[in-house]
């Protein structure tokens, strides 16, 4: 049986300079749903300029609790988890 896929926890740069954290299998594919609106309803309203970073994960639960607390930083010590990643 293969290895379940990775899951990964992504931070956009959108065009108003935000930055929009997410969680997804295929970084690369999402990344183009978010930039023809059919992403989620953040990127509609602020389009993303780029991908930032990404880190993987063995499994959605993991992924989804380093969203969380992604989400929870702010906007400096995210930029440090740009570097880290």
């Known amino acids: 049986m293969p290895a379940p896929a ?3 926890v992504y931070l956009l740069e959108c065009r108003n300079g935000s930055y929009y954290c997410g969680i997804t299998t295929d970084v690369a594919a999402r990344f183009a749903a978010h930039q023809q609106g059919r992403g989620a309803r953040y990127t509609r309203a602020h389009p993303p300029l780029r991908i930032l970073a990404s880190r993987a994960y063995p499994d959605r639960a993991s992924a989804a609790r380093a969203e969380w607390q992604v989400k929870q930083l ?7 988890w740009l570097t880290e990643a």
Not at 74 to 80: E, F
């Open 6 to 8: 990775p899951w990964f």
């Open 74 to 80: 702010p906007r400096a010590r995210k930029q440090a």
